[in-house]
């Protein structure tokens, strides 16, 4: 297989969130700190997607100053977990069924890692449902440790709302 950053950033950027809502645009995305990687198995008659990452290390906007927010600050008070915002965040892991076990997740996660310690991060974040086993033991075996879990409301099927147990790992890259 083949790792390659995909060339098409700025055809995607558009679907990216931007500071004060809506959606990104050339002039407010810097994409030195964001990458989409993509695993692809090279055959002489086409190339394949056989997997893909993404990280992101572009600091977040200033949240609004909820009055939650301004009493955890004015007394000092650590948000919980779950309400904190982390960069840089490693998602949308996902390898093609007939690719797994053989690698690909964790040569795409140390590239990740890699971009994180380029943009001069010392941890990196991820989220993973916790009943995806294999991703956790994968993570955990990268040396990631599990931070927090939280319930979280998802489709299923495209139509009934589930909840599903999703943990907030991080790893130090340093």
Request: overall charge positive; some cysteine.
């Amino acid at each position: 297989f083949q790792l390659e950053k995909l060339k098409t950033f700025l055809s995607l950027e558009s679907c990216f969130p931007r500071e004060g809502g809506g959606v990104a645009s050339k002039k407010n995305v810097d994409a030195s700190l964001y990458r989409y990687l993509v695993a692809c198995e090279r055959t002489s008659k086409k190339d394949k997607v056989i997997g893909f990452a993404e990280i992101d290390c572009r600091p977040l906007p200033s949240r609004p100053n909820t009055n939650a927010n301004a009493n955890a600050e004015s007394t000092g008070t650590v948000l919980p977990v779950q309400q904190q915002q982390r960069r840089p965040y490693m998602c949308n892991l996902a390898i093609d069924s007939k690719w797994k076990r053989k690698g690909i997740a964790s040569a795409l996660v140390m590239e990740c890692e890699a971009f994180a310690t380029e943009c001069r991060y010392e941890r990196i974040y991820l989220k993973v449902r916790e009943r995806n086993a294999a991703a956790v033991q994968m993570y955990q075996k990268l040396g990631y440790t599990i931070l927090d879990e939280s319930a979280e409301m998802r489709k299923v099927d495209g139509s009934a709302n589930a909840e599903s147990m999703v943990l907030l790992m991080k790893k130090e890259i340093t």
